[in-house]
């Protein structure tokens, strides 16, 4: 007994050596990356978050959370068109007069990205037509192993599925796509792995 109690006890030391270590070189990394970050003014930047204007707040909370999982981080409230507080100063800057107030919520997915969801009482209710060929944003995209469980989840909500499910390298490696719909037109992209793993050749072989 007194030799296992020594041997756990060796195990421990040796664990928290490791564990200290480990620890000491996860510090040293982002210290380096700090000054790479400082050194270098060519750093790539982070993505913040995105912006969707929607028709109806509650109810594209109650999508975005329930079928995508993200989280909420605000709960829908209103923003009055005011000079008198600081968002309502920013707000004008951005949308300039033509409006008096509009709903927010924000939401955060699971890495961190916020998804900030606007409601205008003016301006039209429907989703642009889909036209990926004239200049600007046409689309994002979330990433999903489970492809089909989510497209289905989408549909039931109301969405739609926009293409078949697609494969980028068939029969070889299980990278898949396919563009949806939210349940008012807003069109966005699944891939089942990450922009890294899809576009970089050898990464992964099934």
Request: net charge neutral; glycine share 6%.
């Amino acid at each position: 007994m007194k030799a296992y109690h020594s041997y756990v006890e060796r195990r421990y030391v040796q664990f928290s050596f490791i564990h200290k270590l480990s620890k000491r070189q996860s510090s040293i990394l982002k210290t380096k990356k700090l000054n790479h970050m400082k050194d270098n003014k060519n750093y790539p930047k982070s993505f913040s978050h995105i912006g969707i204007t929607v028709p109806n707040i509650n109810e594209a909370v109650k999508f975005y959370s329930e079928v995508m999982g993200w989280y909420i981080i605000m709960e829908p409230s209103k923003v009055k068109k005011e000079k008198e507080t600081a968002i309502g100063r920013m707000c004008i800057d951005v949308f300039g007069n033509d409006w008096e107030e509009f709903e927010i919520a924000h939401l955060a997915t699971s890495d961190g990205i916020g998804i900030e969801l606007f409601c205008f009482k003016n301006g039209i209710k429907e989703a642009p037509e889909f036209n990926p060929f004239n200049t600007g944003l046409f689309h994002f995209c979330v990433q999903d192993p489970n492809i089909g469980e989510l497209i289905e989840k989408i549909v039931s909500y109301g969405g739609k599925q926009r293409m078949p499910i697609r494969q980028y390298y068939p029969n070889e490696k299980p990278f898949s796509m396919c563009y949806v719909e939210d349940p008012f037109g807003i069109v966005f992209e699944i891939y089942t792995h990450s922009y890294e793993l899809t576009y970089s050749p050898g990464a992964y072989t099934k």
